[in-house]
């Protein structure tokens, strides 16, 4: 998938620019000046840089460079039909090698669902890159769980053997469904194609059931180690300018993963809530969030490297 339909340009029209991450091909947009300190936009599951449609402007007004990746997986990047090719180790490696090769410096990360530990990782393997981090709606640690992610209904049968792949992968209950059915605002009928038609393909949606299946809820699970190392090096972001953005209303990381993250981030500002928002709030409050970013941005580091 590397062609955007015409109805898709005229709701996401920055172009798209590609590079190979660790033998793959990562598609992302660039806009802004390449010599302003780079906004590092990054995604979750089941979306791609679509997600950021109403930050890139306001960014790139501001004077920063914007960059937007689709995670391996997703979007129009390249999608592995292999389980294996989507650990949580695979995709903070993908991002390095973005950030590497791009040679990316004073970058600051925004990060949200799987962004955060990603974003974080990365940005915690690049230190020396980085310059700020907004955290919406997304978790860094092992030592806390709430109910979404411990209840049979949707989470735990998502996982089993038989019953996961067919709500997955027939049914395509995330991939097809997940941002539009989610939404406080509800999303315009090309909104929520524009989620939907990159995983239109037999067998694209395996990083939506892989994804899920991630997450770390036991000593031992796939992740596990991966997330605790990253919890125990959060101390050393204690001079990086931290955001924590939230929408309360998201049963998937309610607020008191927010809290979670204040605790373990004292020094961070917020958790500023944001209402009438759920999991995806950058469709439900983009422009009010984008305006926050960049405030906090202005404010702590600014445009300039």
């Not at 992302?28 to 390449?34: A, H, L, T």
């Not at 997703?74 to 650990?87: F, I, L, N, T």
């Not at 806390?144 to 709500?167: C, D, E, L, N, S």
Request: glycine content about 6%; aromatic content about 10%; proline content about 8%.
């Amino acid at each position: 998938m590397n062609e955007k339909p015409d109805w898709l340009t005229r709701i996401f029209p920055w172009p798209q620019a590609d590079l190979q991450v660790n033998g793959r091909r990562m598609a992302y947009v660039d806009e802004g000046p390449k010599a302003a300190r780079p906004v590092l936009l990054l995604h979750g599951n089941p979306t791609w840089s679509f997600l950021y449609r109403d930050f890139i402007e306001p960014l790139k007004a501001a004077g920063y460079r914007v960059i937007a990746p689709d995670c391996i997986g997703s979007g129009y990047s390249d999608k592995p039909r292999m389980d294996a090719a989507y650990s949580l180790a695979h995709h903070i490696a993908d991002l390095v090698s973005l950030i590497d090769q791009l040679d990316l410096r004073g970058m600051a990360v925004v990060g949200q669902d799987w962004a955060g530990p990603q974003g974080t990782g990365a940005a915690l393997q690049r230190l020396d890159r980085l310059s700020a981090l907004t955290l919406m709606n997304t978790w860094l640690f092992t030592d806390y769980k709430g109910r979404f992610h411990t209840t049979a209904r949707p989470w735990t049968t998502w996982h089993a053997p038989v019953i996961g792949p067919y709500f997955m992968k027939r049914l395509k209950v995330l991939s097809h469904h997940g941002p539009s059915v989610a939404s406080k605002r509800g999303l315009s009928a090309e909104e929520a194609l524009a989620y939907h038609h990159i995983y239109d393909e037999r067998e694209s949606e395996t990083v939506t059931m892989t994804w899920p299946r991630s997450i770390p809820l036991t000593e031992g699970d796939r992740g596990w180690a991966d997330m605790a190392w990253i919890q125990a090096q959060l101390p050393r972001l204690k001079d990086t300018p931290i955001q924590l953005i939230w929408a309360p209303e998201d049963q998937v990381f309610p607020i008191e993963y927010g809290q979670r993250l204040k605790e373990l981030l004292p020094h961070a500002e917020g958790p500023k809530t944001f209402d009438k928002a759920a999991h995806f709030l950058q469709d439900d409050r983009g422009p009010e969030i984008v305006a926050d970013i960049v405030a906090f941005l202005n404010r702590t580091v600014g445009p300039r490297l």
